[in-house]
Nanobody
Framework: QVQLVESGGGSVQAGGSLRLSCVVS????????TGWFRQTPGKEREGVAT???????TYTDSSVGRFAISRDNDKNTLYLQLNSLTLEDTGVYYC???????????????????WGQGTQVTVSS
C-alpha cells in the first residue's frame, strides 16, 4: 500500500517561507503524478501545484510565482517551497499521488487516490 507522509509545516510570519516535504513509500514513485493540495479555513480542499512524471509542474493562479514544486525520484520525495506567504495561505497542506502512469496529472483532486495526513501551515501577521 502506498503511503505518503508530509513534514515541514509550521508557523511563519507573513512574507516568510517554508519548505514542505512528502515521502512516498510502498510503491514506485517515479511513475506517478504527485501534487500538493490544501484546505484553508472555510473552504474546500483545493489544488496548489502538481508535477508529472517528467517533472513538469502545474500551478494555480494563486501559487504561481510564489510556490515551487519539485520531486526527487531517487529519494521518493516531493517538495513544495512556499515563499511570500500570506494569511490566506494558512491551512492544512496535503500531498497526493496518482496510480502509476496516470494521464490525468492535473489540479483536480479526483485524479489522486493516495493521500497523506496533512501538515499544518499557519501564517500570522
Amino acid at each position: 500500500q502506498v503511503q505518503l507522509v508530509e513534514s515541514g509545516g509550521g508557523s511563519v510570519q507573513a512574507g516568510g517561507s517554508l519548505r514542505l516535504s512528502c515521502v512516498v513509500s510502498g510503491g514506485t514513485y517515479s511513475n506517478r503524478c504527485t501534487g500538493w493540495f490544501r484546505q484553508t479555513p472555510g473552504k474546500e480542499r483545493e489544488g496548489v501545484a502538481t508535477i508529472d512524471m517528467d517533472g513538469s509542474p502545474t500551478y494555480t493562479d494563486s501559487s504561481v510565482g510564489r510556490f515551487a514544486i519539485s520531486r526527487d525520484n531517487d529519494k521518493n520525495t516531493l517538495y513544495l517551497q512556499l515563499n511570500s506567504l500570506t494569511l490566506e495561505d494558512t491551512g492544512v497542506y496535503y500531498c497526493a499521488a496518482t496510480q502509476p502512469y496516470w494521464v490525468g496529472c492535473s489540479l483536480l483532486s479526483y485524479n489522486y487516490i493516495f493521500w497523506g495526513q496533512g501538515t499544518q501551515v499557519t501564517v500570522s501577521s
